[in-house]
């Protein structure tokens, strides 16, 4: 193989490839929904409540991930996305980081289709963003001692406070969404846990936190079938 070539591909495998593809992915879907219309794309991939519950599109629970409504909400998660997934898929390794980001993303879609108001439409990928954000917020448990992780710990957790603070004032935010992928993220940091560290973490404690994670997901439902009436 061409040493040119060989480099750029071990550049590639060692850069946060999964980071980009996430953002690769929901820039696609965002321009097919703009210039598509009538492919009604977005209609079929947000989280909608009365379509989990009466038509069973249980798909609704991942697809919202890479849904937006409109340009701001797609280029504010995608700068965020882009500075702090590098960060975190560094970290925790690129198959570690994917399953992070889409089971704290489908969480998240779960508090949404439980808790929220009946015919409630929510999408975005704020739900695995806060996910990873508590992925990282876990870190701070784990490596107490260190100044730079604590530093940048304290950072992270003083703008998720902020910004759960201000989406419950603003109506337009999925607050529900935000705290289920948050959840989903201090839940799954510590299941999936840091490669390379298996002394800094308890396996009962990791397997304790991925049966809460299913007993959360298992609650949503209840009550958003409940909510809909297709449970007494």
């Not at 004032?169 to 993220?185: E, K, L």
Request: charged letters at 5%; hydrophobic letters at 50%.
């Amino acid at each position: 193989m061409n040493p040119t070539i060989k480099r750029t591909l071990n550049q590639w495998r060692n850069g946060p490839y999964i980071t980009y593809s996430l953002i690769a992915i929901q820039t696609i879907v965002f321009l097919l929904n703009y210039l598509l219309p009538s492919l009604q794309l977005q209609e079929k991939g947000v989280m909608f409540g009365p379509f989990v519950a009466y038509y069973h599109q249980y798909w609704r629970f991942i697809t919202p991930i890479f849904f937006h409504f409109g340009l701001s909400h797609y280029a504010i998660n995608t700068i965020v996305l882009y500075f702090i997934g590098q960060q975190v898929e560094a970290l925790y390794g690129h198959s570690r980081f994917l399953a992070l980001y889409l089971l704290s993303g489908i969480l998240g879609n779960a508090f949404s289709f439980g808790f929220n108001a009946i015919g409630v439409q929510s999408a975005g990928s704020s739900t695995s963003i806060f996910g990873i954000f508590g992925a990282f917020l876990i870190l701070g448990v784990y490596f107490r001692h260190n100044p730079a992780i604590q530093g940048m710990v304290r950072q992270f957790a003083l703008f998720v406070l902020l910004s759960l603070v201000f989406g419950m004032f603003d109506q337009s935010i999925d607050i529900w969404g935000h705290v289920g992928g948050i959840i989903g993220g201090l839940l799954l940091g510590n299941t999936i846990a840091l490669p390379n560290n298996p002394g800094r973490y308890s396996m009962h404690t990791r397997i304790l936190t991925g049966i809460v994670y299913g007993f959360l997901f298992v609650i949503c439902l209840f009550y958003g079938l409940k909510k809909y009436g297709i449970l007494v």
